[in-house]
T-cell receptor, first 114, second 113 residues
Framework: DGGITQSPKYLFRKEGQNVTLSCEQN?????MYWYRQDPGQGLRLIYY???????QKGDIAEGYSVSREKKESFPLTVTSAQKNPTAFYLC?????????????FGPGTRLTVL | AQSVTQLDSHVSVSEGTPVLLRCNYS??????LFWYVQHPNKGLQLLLK??????LVKGINGFEAEFKKSETSFHLTKPSAHMSDAAEYFC???????????FGAGTTVTVRA
């Protein structure tokens, strides 16, 4: 089956710790994205990557970092600098960055900071 | 600048009755518009999209939406609700030829038996 996998589904972290969220896709998509979702709000873009070894900040990149060493993988690190990291994190991918390139979403990771 | 407003945070319908989810947008350019659905603790799934072709767009699971430029609206409808339609729905806008999506706050749909 083609699709996007995110792991883990639930993640708990102590304040001051960095944590890395995994995102893998086997859709052969060039572009990948990370979004954050808070209760009662829509999604906000954290980072995106158009191709391997390239990525750009989105609207709320502060306190986050990413890497894109392989086409199929786009891990997100939530650092201790992120003031309010508790949220639902969604990864997405698409063929390209055009609006006609539908973004496909993974099942998400719910991060809770204790 | 682009933004989208979903006029109802929560909609409750009876099974078998019509569903209407309202969305207004603002965009400086010719927008592309989408509706996504999210079931609890799941990722988002694209229902339908408008990208400057026919103004009445048909999507999956019997949903459709009509783009009305004069009203800056993109309301989502379904003639007959099913229990499986209970979910959160997001209206999304993007400038033409741009990856950047602006999401509405979402409308939660409850379906009563």
């Amino acid at each position: 089956d083609g699709g996007i996998t995110q792991s883990p589904k639930y993640l708990f972290r102590k304040e001051g710790q960095n944590v890395t969220l995994s995102c893998e896709q086997n859709l052969n998509h060039d572009a990948m994205y990370w979004y954050r979702q808070d209760p009662g709000q829509g999604l906000r873009l954290i980072y995106y990557s158009q191709i391997v070894n390239d990525f750009q900040k989105g609207d709320i990149a502060e306190g986050y970092s990413v890497s894109r060493e392989k086409k199929e993988s786009f891990p997100l690190t939530v650092t201790s600098a992120q003031k309010n990291p508790t949220a639902f994190y969604l990864c997405a991918s698409s063929n390209g960055l055009a609006v006609t390139d539908t973004q496909y979403f993974g099942p998400g990771t719910r991060l809770t900071v204790l | 600048a682009q933004s989208v407003t979903q006029l109802d945070s929560h909609v409750s319908v009876s099974e078998g009755t019509p569903v209407l989810l309202r969305c207004n947008y603002s965009s400086s350019y010719s927008p592309s518009l989408f509706w996504y659905v999210q079931h609890p603790n799941k990722g988002l799934q694209l229902l339908l999209k408008y990208t400057s072709a026919a103004t009445l767009v048909k999507g999956i699971n019997g949903f459709e939406a009509e783009f009305k430029k004069s009203e800056t609206s993109f309301h989502l409808t379904k003639p007959s609700a099913h229990m499986s339609d209970a979910a959160e729905y997001f209206c999304v806008v993007s400038e033409t030829n741009d990856y950047k999506l602006s999401f509405g706050a979402g409308t939660t749909v409850t379906v009563r038996a």
